[in-house]
């Protein structure tokens, strides 16, 4: 829980930030990035958590992540502040929070579709125009195979899910049918 509260604090302090400079839009594209590279190297969290390497090390570490990924001057500035207060191992909770403001600020939903097995583009659209329709956000659809399914749907927003799988189906009319054996 602390984790997540101290994540959401910075992502506020980022967001804000941007919407002064009406940059918040390139600062979460940015701040993606740096959590997409330490998804994939997470040495790098123990490098720059380590009391062992000065701290002007571990910033220029950071500075020579930021020459990489073309960072702004305020995304490298509020990472050496992370690494500065040992707060670095956030970053990726940060960006996913970060990322939730953005789309509330931006009037975006981010929407998931699981299918069994070959997506048609015909439904996924029908899918996007109903929801844009009814929320009246811009919808930032994905799709996801998922064979256990065996047909129909999953769509997912935020923390609702509208499960319309044949597998989901025949679950429930199997516990019909054994409740009504006992």
Request: net charge positive.
């Amino acid at each position: 829980m602390r984790k997540t509260t101290l994540a959401k604090r910075y992502a506020e302090a980022l967001i804000d930030i941007g919407k002064e400079e009406h940059r918040y839009e390139q600062y979460g594209e940015e701040l993606r990035k740096v959590a997409a590279v330490f998804g994939t190297a997470p040495a790098l969290y123990k490098v720059l958590l380590n009391p062992m390497y000065r701290i002007e090390t571990r910033k220029a570490i950071v500075e020579e992540l930021a020459k990489e990924l073309t960072l702004s001057a305020v995304v490298v500035k509020f990472l050496s502040l992370l690494v500065e207060r040992r707060h670095i191992r956030l970053v990726e909770e940060i960006s996913k929070q970060y990322s939730q403001m953005e789309d509330r600020l931006s009037g975006r939903i981010r929407v998931t579709v699981e299918v069994a097995k070959g997506v048609e583009e015909e439904m996924v659209r029908a899918v996007k125009e109903k929801i844009e329709k009814e929320s009246g956000n811009r919808v930032v659809l994905s799709t996801r195979q998922n064979p256990s399914l065996i047909g129909g749907l999953i769509i997912k927003i935020g923390n609702t899910i509208f499960d319309g799988s044949i597998k989901t189906q025949l679950e429930r009319m199997k516990e019909k049918l054994l409740e009504g054996v006992s």
